[in-house]
């Protein structure tokens, strides 16, 4: 029954690897990403109704590990990634409605707990070569702080962080350059999608890689996406314990990493409902599934600005996931929100009940508030992906009161930040790189 899953390409079906090896190598070689042969099904009852969202997704990840190098170590690997919560938490104007929050972790983002995860596994995982491994990491905000946090100080690791200058709030920008040690911190010239795109050309790159060993940590890396699933599965199991019925989400969603962890989680057995996707002016999600051809396209800067991608990056494994292009059309629903009305929903509901979310977890929450205005009365999960701290130079203004800083954003602010120009050219990264690493 726990045979061992192998991972495969969303280019082709052959060859098969381990997971390990695919955590390892990020991204695989025919430049597809890894997928799981099958996705597993686990009954609700195979979770600890008492258990931690450690335990949590110790037991909804061991099937995908059965076999692994990791699998003795999964459960030491959880509790390491999951040391903070990702609590429910009901929103006292508005019957049925929750925040699921997921900024509780050192960097005030959810990257933290898949960027964690992944530093767990990488470093039990044996290497073959002694030279250290360069993970780079391309980042429309949050997702660097995150990993630069993960592996700080860590030995025989670097990270290098690319981000789109100018384009990443000031707090943001300060995080990013804020570590130091064993992390660089490169800001391009260009967008996201160019920061993602040099970040895969260095991959594919064979010749580089020859000379340092490369890898990514983005959200196309299985040791990110698959942990994310946790905290869909924790929050909908205890849902359904108390009331017996799925639970709602309603998923911020740019790169679509952390809105297909939650339909896998559904995939695989976990009690979720519905699942709607929320984005900011960046359409090309919400044109699809309105039944447009896929049309990946170059992003535009938007005030969510984590969200802001015009190339979905995992949008290739929903399709692997959902290969039939009408269902999958079915089976969600996306919608973009645009700028001014992300600042009249944080105004809202900082006016209206004093609850000051930030505005990527504000594009979800006009989500709910257009379907509770058609009536809509079933109990949903808003996915609040940051703290709105992060983003008080957009926050602030609207509600005219300072947020309140969480300590760990307080500490990287009070240190020193650092970030180094590069064109946005797979060949500037790729000499930078030498330069910097060259054995
Ligand atoms: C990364 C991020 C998103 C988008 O998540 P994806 O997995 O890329 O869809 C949304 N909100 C915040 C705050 C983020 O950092």
Redesign the pocket.
Known sequence: MNASIRYHSTRSAAPTVPISQAIAAGLAPDGGLYVPERLPRLDPATFDPHGTLADTAATLLAPFFAGDALADDLPAICAEAFTFDAPLRALPAHPGTFLLELFHGPTS???DFGARFLAACLRRLPRSDARPLTILVAT????GAAVAAAFHRQPNVRVVILYPDGLVSPRQAHQLGCFGDNVTALRVAGRFDDCQRMVKAALNDAELQAQMPLSSAN?ISLGRLLPQMSYYAHAALGWWREHGTPLDFIV????????LACLWAREIGSPIGEVQLACNANATLPEFFAGEDYRPREAVATIAN??D?GAPSNFERLRWTFPDEAALRRLLLAQSVDDDTIRQTIRQHARGQGEVI?P?TATAMHRLDRLRGSGDQRPWAVVA??HPAKFESIVEPLIEHPVEVPAALANMLARRSHAEPVAASDTALRARLLAAFEA
């Open positions: 983002a959810f990257k429309s905000g949050d997702t959200s911020p969603t740019g790169n679509l990493g952390n809105a984590a969200m991608v930030c990527h992906t940051a």
